[in-house]
């Protein structure tokens, strides 16, 4: 489970969120080619180390660099085997709960200020895309083993334009044990 760059792979998604419009969205990110938690025999079930999350935050159809007048903020963040498929901006709305630390189904999560929302206004240094509060690490990775992993996003205050959320994994496919495999199915339930 060590990181290895000989077996590390990227996987991306990204999802839009529409201007003047107000609760969450999502992006589905299908995971089932990398994972198998059915152990056969000798062979070992598979699941995805996600090692690192890097999100950005772009403007308008084309990821353009964010204006200076965008006053939007959301949180943000990955959950693994959520199922929520793809869902446009108040399609869906997301539970506090859903980015809390006690979600065992949190992979990643933050938050971003646009320029002129009261958090960036109230800072003489915004940082837009914030640090993100829980994030997996090269030590200790989160592993995937649910089909699917959902990029999902929660507006906090409505965006000036459309934006787009993306994120990019830096992830393997690694063997598990019987014991183990067990408990992430365990706390990956729904």
């Known amino acids: 489970m060590a990181y290895s760059i000989k077996d590390v792979f990227y996987l991306s ?12 969205g999502s992006a589905q990110l299908d995971l089932s080619a990398y994972i198998d938690p059915i152990a056969r025999g000798r062979t070992k079930g598979t699941g995805l180390a996600v090692y690192k999350a890097h999100f950005s935050m772009g403007q308008g ?3 353009e660099p964010i204006d200076d ?15 929520l498929g793809d869902n446009a901006t108040n399609a869906i709305t997301l539970q506090t709960a859903s980015f809390s630390m006690t979600n065992a189904l949190l992979v990643s999560s933050g938050d971003f200020y646009g320029p002129k929302s009261m958090v960036a206004n109230a800072s003489t240094t915004p940082t837009m895309m914030g640090p993100q509060y829980v994030e997996p690490s090269k030590d200790v990775p989160y592993v995937i083993v ?19 959320i993306s994120v990019r994994l830096e992830c393997a496919q690694i063997t598990l044990d019987q014991a183990t495999l067990n408990q992430l199915l365990r706390t990956q339930t729904v």
Do not use: H, M, P, Q
């Not at 998604?13 to 969450?24: P, S």
């Not at 699917?148 to 996003?153: G, I, Q």
């Open 13 to 24: 998604t990204e999802a839009t969120i529409t201007a003047a419009t107000a609760n969450g």
């Open 61 to 63: 159809t084309n990821g």
């Open 69 to 83: 007048a965008e006053a939007g903020s959301c949180r943000y963040g990955l959950l693994a085997g959520a199922g």
């Open 146 to 164: 649910r089909d699917n992993v959902c990029l999902v996003y929660e507006v906090g205050d409505n965006f000036t334009s459309d934006s787009i």
